[in-house]
């Protein structure tokens, strides 16, 4: 079965900092990938995807994620991070059966 | 503006009450979509509508009752709902069934008392 799991619950880190969220997938197939985020009382924003292509994918406010078939993990990253940017992230694959399924989500706090 | 439209965006009701959550969106797309969520585990997908017909039901118990009048409205009717029912609903639409750009709305955040 289809599956997403994002190891960290909760990370925190300085503001200027680097980050990096992890996601790992079970999927039989070449995946469709996605980091979605969520700020508080807010649906949830397409960050960037992944289809096909090039397994360095840039996406919105500075974000990229890289796809790695071997470990079978799409990890999102930023250089710098932005007090702005605390929110809650969800990494997601696209089921067969044209669903999105989604990880627990990680939630970022942003240390001034 | 995400181009999907919910409402009401917080709702408190009775177990014995009846009430509908709204979804509308602008962007001429074909398949629409509700996802609950509750804190600490991931989005579960309810419904999923294509062309106004339902393609996907996940064993939802049958006090939530979705209805696509159509591709541009969906509603999820809730009546004699339990405490655990208690949650974030959203409402997502995507060009078509299995295309995966999904927007989502905001949500209507739910508690049943």
């Known amino acids: 079965a289809q599956s997403v799991t994002q190891p960290d619950i909760h990370i925190t880190v300085s503001e200027g900092a680097s980050l990096e969220l992890r996601c790992n997938y079970s999927?039989?197939?070449?995946?469709?990938l996605f980091w979605y985020v969520q700020s508080p009382g807010q649906g949830l924003q397409l960050l960037l995807k992944?289809?096909?292509?090039?397994?360095l994918v840039q996406g919105i406010k500075g974000f990229e994620a890289e796809f790695k078939r071997s470990q079978s993990s799409f990890n999102l990253r930023k250089p710098s991070v932005h007090w702005s940017d605390a929110a809650e992230y969800f990494c997601?694959?696209?089921?067969?059966?044209?669903?999105?399924?989604f990880g627990k989500g990680t939630k970022l706090s942003v240390k001034p | 503006e995400t181009g999907v439209t919910q409402t009401p965006r917080h709702l408190v009701m009775g177990m014995t009450n009846k009430k509908s959550l709204k979804c509308e969106q602008h962007?001429?797309?074909?398949?629409m979509y509700w996802y609950k969520q509750s804190a600490k585990k991931p989005l579960e997908l309810m419904f999923v509508?294509?062309?106004?017909?339902?393609?996907e039901n996940n064993s939802v118990p049958s006090r939530f009752s979705p209805e696509c009048p159509n591709s541009s409205h969906l509603f999820l009717h809730l009546h004699t709902l339990q405490p655990e029912d208690s949650a974030l609903y959203l409402c997502?639409?995507?060009?078509?069934?299995?295309?995966?750009?999904?927007?989502f709305g905001s949500g209507t955040r739910l508690t049943v008392v």
């Open positions: 997502a639409s995507s060009q078509d069934f299995n295309s995966y750009g999904y927007t």
């Open positions: 999927y039989g197939a070449t995946p469709y």
């Open positions: 992944y289809f096909s292509g090039d397994t």
């Open positions: 997601a694959v696209g089921g067969s059966q044209g669903n999105l399924i």
């Open positions: 962007l001429g797309h074909n398949a």
């Open positions: 509508y294509s062309l106004e017909e339902r393609v």
